[in-house]
């Protein structure tokens, strides 16, 4: 598994399975059925495409947008998650600014 640390400015894709325990500024797509944990931070908004798995243990600062993934949340989204497709689990101790679920209306 690929390893991130330090900060990162910049569009960022997420083609591998990754661990964030760094700083990515700018919005970051997570492709490639990939695996994607953030124990850091995101600036930017996030985009889970099809067959992908993201972990928020840390934070997003942005909006988040599932778009066939499978997303769990058990840090912050300081936006809002747009789960237009796929899996969504928030833990109840988790911090998310707001949650529009296409799936449940």
Request: glycine share 16%.
């Amino acid at each position: 598994m690929k390893e991130i640390t330090g900060k990162l400015v910049g569009a960022n894709e997420i083609s591998e399975d990754t661990t964030l325990n760094g700083m990515l500024l700018g919005p970051v797509i997570v492709l490639n059925s990939s695996n994607f944990i953030i124990s850091g931070m995101v600036v930017g908004s996030l985009h889970l495409k099809e067959g992908t798995k993201t972990s928020i243990r840390g934070t997003v600062n942005g909006d988040v947008f599932n778009q066939g993934g499978k997303l769990e949340v058990f840090g912050t989204v300081d936006g809002t998650i747009n789960n237009q497709r796929g899996e969504l689990f928030v833990d109840p101790d988790a911090n998310v600014g707001k949650i529009v679920d296409s799936l449940t209306g």
